[in-house]
């Protein structure tokens, strides 16, 4: 059996390009088409027969499309340079010894602070900084990235069918409180459609899996294979001390102490020799210092995002204006005070911080389109779109941010223009209420094509 799908996609697909209609098309893609896009495969990792819903051009595609997108919903790699070349250089070791070499890894620490570490199907990875600075040596980062290299090269996200990856591109919204006004309501439907792939769960049997392969690499690298048993016995007792906070973890990677005992039982026997190799704590404390540092912040802002999580948000802005007062500059801390202000209707506020997070880190896109949301319901459709448009330079291919450049030209008067980003808007496959609308819009305008 091969993989089947229509023609135009294969092109695109063996191009390495896939448009963002396209992905829709992929995600969207109704049971037949799912059943089409099966295919069987040998498994890179035991050569058995596995039925896959990707071919590895495909993945590489995922990768390319959707990645970026998540990694900025993570608020992006952190600004010191040597702690994301640190980490990459330890996940390039291991890449090399895996079964699956050609792919085209990469890895970045992100600025999120709920702990938590993934990978797409083509080997881009992100390992949050809550996790990193719960780490204690190397050898516990590279089974953290042995497990994530470990899913790609049993392509587990193949596996688990390319659609569901896909149909999963909903959406963290930015869960704005919108207005009464009508205005107010297209702000809302905008940030809801943001681009985004939730990663969905991983079987307890890829888990295994990914975990068996995640503690050969590190072995074959030269580390103790007890690295992935102190990884689970941190993660667990973390999951028994602050249960939100693992939620993201647990969900894609649930974790367990029979998956602890496993990891104990191997570094014990077959891998028993491995126990002298260095684990290399001194490398990974002197490499992550920067960002031990500002551990503080970080726990202020995990308390901040679970209160949020709860509406409790008096609390979560407590919580982030000592994130704050530590670290001033801190882009994460800056930028979910914003989002706190927004989800509490302050939206004057919570532009000042918005804006203090984009002079931070400029280069991240988040920051922007918050601003711009910011500046749209605060009637200021101009600098509105100014903050979009940066972002959609930034971070291209996120509908709701079209649809939003759109709302910012509409109410600057400026109709051909807002027509033209509707029009784009649709042509990504949007559907749900800002389609409607924008439709309507276009309708209106006899501007429909
Ligand atoms: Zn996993």
Redesign the pocket.
Known sequence: MTDTYPQALAQSLHKNQISRRQALWLMGASTAATVGLQGCAQSPVTGERIVVGMSEAQERAVDAEVAPHQFSQDLGPVQDRAVNDYVSGVGQRLQGLSHRPQMPYSYRVLNANYVNAYTFPGGAMGVTRGILADLQDESELAALLG??I??VNAR?AAQRQGQSMLAQVAVLGLNIAAGDSQWGGLVGLGSQVGASALLAG?SRE??RE??ALGQQYLVKAGYPASGMTRLHSLLVSEQKEQPGLLETMFS??PMSSERLETARRAADTTYAASARAPAQRERFMDHTASLRRIKPTIADCQQGELAMATKTYPAAQAAFASAIKRTPQDYAANFRMAQCLQAQNQAQQARRYAEAAQAIYPQEAQAHKLSGVLALSLRDPGAAFAHLDRFDRQLPGDPGVTFLKGVALEGSGQRPQAAAQYRRFLQMGASGQAAQYANSRLQAWGALR
Request: aromatic fraction near 8%.
């Open positions: 497990h994530e470990g899913h587990h991983y890829h888990e990914a975990d894609s990677h």
